[in-house]
């Protein structure tokens, strides 16, 4: 089902001028031509073949080795385009170097141009033999052009909305009664620990999350339990993760975690004891009674506790309770074929297609009443609209007939992955890669099947992000991925999808885990292009030897943990065995404050790259982000095929000259590599980066010279201006397509205005975040009217989203600062502006009333001289943070007509309460926090006016006021409002 993407990809890059052009130069134009004329021919008859593989081992082996076939030409057509990049490369440094070194290296292009030329021509006979044997094949296995199976439209139907609501739930009313009925019961069965158990049970696919989370989420239920915690089982049933996810929703402390289980089980107890809770176990696989009896123990409440859990297996259920499950059986006809015809046409019912009724049953009856196969495929339906030979094809599909093992729903769900437009099978088989309940950020799956060559085709003027980001939308659209609870940035797949992604990917794909035994066969290892493992020390000791088999990888993945899916547990990290294994574990805080489980060791990394990488030639994926890895050998640089690096997380401190070298390099992640202190000079030399991605490199401070030539960069997220011959501003003027964010620091170093102007950041309109940073030294070194003029010319896009200007010496800002048209500004940072004292546009206009309408978040910081600034209205303003001001300044922002929600105010000269002329502007404030100010004695004058102005106050923190009469000896007070203790 794959091999038809893979070909499709080969015929393009064989059709493409530019390597014609060079086959032409190399003499091989007549081989090439004829390989793209044999793939058409096979191309032609894919479609037939697809659907007679599936009952034909026969055709499903010549499919397999065509794949293989392809994925060797592909490799053999990127070795001739990247030798005619390198030397084209090598030409231009040629122009710069002395006579005598340029005849060393012509004596050596020589040599190496005829070993080249001699190991291309083997490569291309033995390609162009295995291809004429499959040509031959083909005949004899009666594949023709469309055979007996006509072609069917599968151009793509982008869709610009979601298809369905599928938090709208059909024919489980009565499920949810009777569960309701069970957990609003006060008391429990016999129990010592007054908890009872409410098992649902069902097959894979039939609804029990959804019908666990709408009794979970009833207002009744959440008014009964005074401490509701969701945790998410999954395959792993780990009774310190677990307990771990339990006791934070418990507490609300999402940043303590337990290590000693026996400490986590007093402390959890010690919660829950006075407690009447509701905890719901999501997905249990679990049939050790031992290891259940260990988790409950400290779950002990007052009557009326009850425990959810959702699991397929009735043995799950037995283990856990002697209490009869509730059995949630498939939809009925009825209700299977309103939720079919809410997904396939946006209608109620089929009163007004009476035609599409009998294909609508007949589907139905094969779906069993499975809501996740119902919405599949009635989403695959609705991209065909009434059209009655697409609806009776997809009933009469031979995949109905296929053999896929005792997992009821993937026939169904098959049929919804074979309707996919031919170049989305090769990206979704691809997230076999990644284990169940993996939470996928869109942006780095894109950045992945670009690395991979799957979208080397788009069309007119969009990017191959854009057209990544499409393909995403049309695989969200199909219900192939859905928004994770709590981000709208992330997303998860169903177990079932997962399924289906690894049943689909076949055996070019491997996932290894400690569940895993290749048991030594080696053929195995050789036919594999993408591999990806769960960094454990058996795993890297056991396995990893056998790798150097699979001298033809293209992908090599490292999942440091598994990110799960996560509801009102907020554990995103599972251990994996690590009681049983005795591994050493680190916990490491990430910015969005949850924790993530690192399987960790000293050597084995760094050994294992030094080994690997000499052998693994084709590699275009390589991500070993959050490793322990201290440095990277120089044989990085003989990847020539490589698009995409991922070292972020890791102890890096350099990256080895040899980086240069990679030519093809599209992709290269650094993110939070706390001790890189330097990128490699030959940064110029990476002609084809497109995203380079810095953030929280605190060490680096210099950019190479030479990055303004790389003009296909997306993502620069900062710079470094230096004088002398260091990096200038004015080469950011040829980065046009700069996107998301850009900070450009060292800005008192520029002296010539002209770089300033040439950056031409107005032009960028794919930046919206922009910091501009001068030196936190105010000194007399400082031109204060050059920075003046500086700023004056780094206007930015009208677009911009965020806006930080940091210790800018100007005694004001420039007129573009403020203008009406950045009506889209949401988040403005003013920070050390020592000799700044007003605030107003170049017509004298106030900055605010004109463009900050929209804005969401003002933080001012050390402004000492802008005492004062006529607002006339933040209308938006959610979050104000004023640190290091006089009074006047926070009272004149705050007076202006906002809904703040959050106020954090910080060494506030003058301020000595909060009056009532400030309270009453402050009816949407929910957290406010005063920190430090020195003279800060009284909270408010009345308390009466504090409740009556404060009515949506939810938490107040107030640190270091030493003066506060309230607070007596403590240095803080930090008080829950909701909280009626």
């Known amino acids: 089902m794959v091999v038809s993407a893979v070909v499709g990809v080969l015929i393009e890059k064989l059709i493409s001028g530019p390597l014609m052009n060079l086959a032409q130069h190399e003499g091989i134009d007549t081989q090439l031509k004829k390989w793209k004329n044999d793939l058409r021919l096979i191309q032609d008859v894919l479609f037939d073949a697809d659907h007679i593989n599936i009952t034909q081992k026969a055709v499903r082996s010549w499919l397999q080795d065509l794949q293989e076939l392809a994925y060797d030409m592909e490799?053999?057509?990127?070795?001739?385009?990247?030798?005619?990049?390198?030397?084209?490369?090598?030409?231009?440094?040629?122009?710069r170097t002395s006579t005598?070194?340029?005849?060393?290296?012509?004596?050596?292009?020589?040599?190496?141009?005829?070993?080249?030329?001699?190991?291309?021509?083997?490569?291309?006979?033995?390609?162009?033999?295995?291809?004429?044997?499959?040509?031959?094949?083909?005949?004899?296995?009666?594949?023709?052009?469309?055979?007996?199976?006509?072609?069917?439209?599968?151009?793509?139907?982008?869709?610009?909305?979601?298809?369905?609501?599928?938090?709208?739930?059909?024919g489980r009313e009565e499920d949810k009664e009777a569960l309701l009925e069970k957990l609003l019961i006060l008391g429990g069965e016999a129990s010592n620990q007054n908890v009872s158990i409410l098992p649902i049970v069902g097959l894979g696919g039939v609804g029990k999350t959804t019908l666990a989370k709408l009794v979970y989420n009833d207002k009744k239920v959440k008014d009964q339990f005074e401490v509701m915690a969701w945790v998410c089982a999954s395959d792993e049933f780990n009774v310190l993760s677990i307990s771990n996810t339990i006791y934070?929703?418990?507490?609300?402390?999402?940043?303590?975690?337990?290590?000693?289980?026996?400490?986590?089980?007093?402390?959890?107890?010690?919660?829950?004891?006075q407690k009447r809770f509701l905890i719901a176990l999501d997905d249990v696989w679990n049939e050790d009674y031992k290891v259940w009896d260990t988790l409950e123990r400290p779950l002990v409440g007052v009557p009326g506790s009850k425990i959810i859990v959702t699991t397929r297996k009735m043995t799950v259920a037995s283990v856990m309770t002697t209490a009869t499950p509730h059995f949630l059986n498939p939809l009925s006809d009825e209700y299977s074929l309103s939720l079919f015809a809410k997904c396939a046409l946006h209608e109620l019912n089929f009163e007004n297609h009476p035609s599409l009724v009998p294909f609508a049953q007949g589907i139905i009856k094969k779906c069993d009443g499975l809501p996740l196969a119902l919405i599949a495929l009635g989403r695959v339906l609705s991209t065909k609209g009434n059209d009655e030979d697409e609806w009776e094809e997809l009933l009469n599909s031979e995949i109905w007939n296929s053999d896929v093992g005792s997992d009821h729903i993937l026939p169904a769900l098959k049929l919804s992955y074979y309707d996919l437009p031919c170049q989305l099978k090769q990206l979704f088989a691809y997230c076999c890669l990644f284990p169940k309940d993996y939470v996928f950020d869109k942006k780095e799956l894109v950045l992945l099947w670009m690395a991979e060559g799957f979208l080397n085709s788009p069309k007119g003027n969009m990017s191959m992000e854009s057209l990544g980001s499409r393909y995403f939308e049309e695989f969200q659209s199909r219900s192939f991925f859905q928004h994770s609870v709590d981000s709208e940035s992330e997303y998860i797949m169903h177990d079932l999808m997962n399924d289906l992604a690894i049943s689909v990917a076949g055996e070019f794909f491997c996932m290894l885990n400690e569940k895993m035994d290749l048991n030594g066969r080696i053929e195995a290892f050789?036919?594999?292009?993408?591999?990806?493992?769960?960094h454990q020390e058996d795993v890297i000791y056991r396995k990893f030897k056998e790798l150097h088999r699979a001298t033809h990888l293209r992908t090599f993945l490292e999942l440091s943990f598994i990110i799960v899916r996560r509801n009102r547990g907020y554990l995103i990290a599972l251990q994996l065995q690590l009681q049983a294994m005795s591994m050493p574990i680190k916990l490491l805080e990430h910015e969005d404050n949850f924790q993530n489980y690192f399987l960790k060791d000293n050597t084995t990394m760094d050994k294992i790259l030094v080994e690997l990488l000499p052998k693994l030639q084709f590699l275009r994926v390589l991500k070993l982000d959050n490793c322990d890895i201290t440095e990277v050998p120089p044989s990085i640089g003989s990847l020539m095929h490589i698009r995409y690096l991922n070292f972020s997380g890791t102890s890096i401190k350099r990256l080895p000259e040899q980086v240069g070298e990679l030519c093809n390099l599209q992709i290269l992640l650094l993110r939070e590599c706390h001790e890189l202190a330097s990128l490699p000079f030959g940064f110029v030399k990476l002609i084809n980066l497109r995203h380079l991605n810095l953030d929280d490199t605190a060490m680096l401070k210099k950019t190479p010279l030479g990055m303004g030539e790389l003009t296909h960069l997306h993502t620069l997220p900062k710079v470094f201006i230096e004088g002398g011959s260091g990096f200038k501003l004015s080469e950011l003027k040829h980065l046009v397509d700069l996107k998301g964010e850009l900070s450009i620091n060292g800005l008192g170093k520029v002296m010539d205005l002209i770089q300033a102007k040439d950056a031409n950041l107005q032009q960028k309109k794919g930046l919206d975040d922009i910091v501009l940073k001068w030196t936190d030294v105010f000194d007399e070194s400082r031109n204060l009217q050059a920075e003046y003029e500086v700023l004056e010319y780094l206007r930015p896009h009208c677009k911009l989203k965020k806006l930080e200007i940091l210790f800018f010496g100007g005694v004001k800002f420039p007129s573009w600062v403020g203008d009406p048209s950045f009506n889209q500004l949401r988040k403005l940072t003013l920070n050390g502006r020592r000799s700044c004292t007003q605030l107003t546009t170049g017509d004298g206009n106030n900055v605010i009333t004109g463009s900050f309408l929209n804005l969401v978040e003002l933080h001012i910081r050390d402004c000492l001289k802008l005492a004062n600034v006529?607002?006339?209205?933040?209308?938006?303003?959610?979050?104000?943070?004023?640190?290091?001001?006089?009074?006047?300044?926070?009272?004149?922002?705050?007076?202006?007509?906002?809904?703040?929600?959050?106020?954090?105010?910080?060494?506030?000269?003058?301020?000595?309460?909060?009056?009532?002329?400030?309270?009453?502007?402050?009816?949407?404030?929910?957290?406010?926090?005063?920190?430090?100010?020195?003279?800060?004695?009284?909270?408010?004058?009345?308390?009466?006016?504090?409740?009556?102005?404060?009515?949506?106050?939810?938490?107040?923190?107030?640190?270091?006021?030493?003066?506060?009469?309230?607070?007596?000896?403590?240095?803080?007070?930090?008080?829950?409002?909701?909280?009626?203790?």
């Open 870 to 981: 006529s607002i006339r209205s933040l209308p938006l303003l959610e979050v104000l943070n004023i640190e290091g001001c006089f009074e006047e300044l926070l009272r004149s922002i705050i007076s202006a007509p906002s809904s703040i929600r959050k106020l954090k105010i910080t060494r506030i000269e003058g301020l000595t309460k909060l009056d009532e002329d400030v309270l009453k502007h402050l009816k949407a404030l929910e957290d406010l926090n005063i920190n430090e100010c020195d003279e800060f004695r009284y909270l408010w004058d009345s308390e009466s006016k504090a409740y009556e102005f404060l009515v949506s106050l939810h938490e107040l923190y107030v640190y270091k006021c030493n003066k506060l009469v309230s607070m007596g000896e403590k240095e803080e007070v930090s008080v829950n409002c909701r909280d009626p203790s």
């Open 526 to 534: 050789e036919k594999f292009r993408y591999f990806s493992f769960i």
């Open 100 to 170: 005598s070194r340029k005849l060393s290296k012509s004596i050596q292009g020589v040599f190496t141009q005829y070993v080249y030329g001699r190991n291309i021509s083997s490569k291309l006979d033995e390609i162009s033999n295995r291809l004429n044997e499959l040509l031959d094949q083909k005949t004899k296995l009666g594949l023709g052009v469309y055979g007996k199976y006509k072609r069917s439209d599968y151009s793509r139907r982008w869709l610009e909305t979601s298809l369905v609501d599928v938090s709208k739930v059909l």
């Open 248 to 273: 934070q929703a418990v507490t609300g402390d999402e940043d303590k975690t337990f290590t000693d289980l026996n400490l986590l089980h007093v402390a959890l107890k010690t919660k829950l004891s």
């Open 75 to 95: 490799d053999v057509v990127d070795d001739i385009a990247t030798k005619a990049t390198k030397r084209e490369l090598n030409r231009k440094s040629d122009a």
